[in-house]
């Protein structure tokens, strides 16, 4: 199986100058691939390729950071095909790196640039540095008509997103995104009813009896929803351990009622 750190080959390099070139006047072509192109080039992994083409993208966008984020969505716009893009990820990644001191610029920009490639890591530093605000605008997300927006909003509040920054107020209080989960539940597309479902699965190791009780809120409501409870569940069903969890959350609920 080829490496998936050649994803950003030649060819990607050579498409992402050619889209730089239609946007920004007096593009340096040739710097930019030099740049990108160096001794290390080749011993850098995934990560270190994708923060490596953010830096160089820096090197050759304006130094406004407004100006230079409008072109990376302009870019973005032009590359949106229904599918994610996953090289293009370094655009999220560069506003998470430069954009941190401009709020409204950087949420609007990883709107916009998470339709063509993901910003599910991006987003986590803002959620750090900003948590009510960000929120409110993935609550607002959650509603929105483009799918990969939707998805953004349960997928990069996960309390522990895999390869993503740890969210660890999240993982000690998980009622900060479960209203986002209430939302998607019943998503029409299985793209963001999986990420609700992973999203639940996390709650869950650090807070069964909260995953359970919502799990049995929301069995039997719909096709959509008993999808999410079966994949959200999963390890609890494979070890015979999920209707012994249902009976205790049963067991708690009515001894709060007495």
């Known amino acids: 199986m080829e490496p998936l750190k050649n ?22 072509y040739d710097f930019f691939e030099s ?8 011993d850098r992994e995934l990560k270190e390729r994708m923060r490596h083409v953010t830096e160089c993208l820096r090197m050759v966008l304006p130094e406004e950071y407004k100006e230079a984020v409008r072109i990376l969505m302009t870019i973005s716009d ?4 229904g599918d994610i893009q996953f090289p293009y990820i370094t655009f999220p990644d560069f506003i998470e790196q430069y954009g941190q001191h ?31 605000k960000t929120l409110a605008r993935m609550m607002e997300w959650a509603e929105y008509s483009d799918t990969h927006v939707r998805r953004l909003a349960s997928e990069g509040s996960r309390p522990r997103l895999t390869w993503g920054m740890a969210l660890g107020e999240f ?29 639940l699965n996390d709650i869950s190791k650090d807070h069964e009896s909260v ?18 409870v079966k994949h959200a569940m999963r390890g609890y069903l494979k070890k015979g351990m999920f209707l012994h969890c249902v009976f205790l959350v049963l067991q708690s609920q009515k001894m709060l009622m007495l």
């Open 35 to 42: 740049k990108i192109f160096d001794d290390q080039w080749e």
């Open 7 to 28: 994803m950003y080959s030649a060819e990607f390099i050579s498409d992402l100058s050619q889209h730089l070139s239609d946007v920004c006047p007096n593009f340096k």
């Open 171 to 199: 993982k000690k209080n998980p009622s900060y995104t479960i209203p986002i989960l209430e939302k998607l539940k019943s998503d029409p597309e299985l793209y963001v009813r999986r990420s609700v479902a992973n999203h």
């Open 102 to 132: 401009d709020w409204e610029t950087s949420i609007e920009a990883l709107e916009v640039v998470t339709k063509s490639s993901s910003s599910e890591f991006a987003i986590r530093p803002f959620l750090i540095s900003d948590r009510d």
């Open 78 to 81: 032009r590359v949106k095909s």
């Open 211 to 228: 995953a359970v009780e919502l799990v049995t809120s929301w069995y039997g409501k719909s096709k959509e929803t008993d999808w999410v």
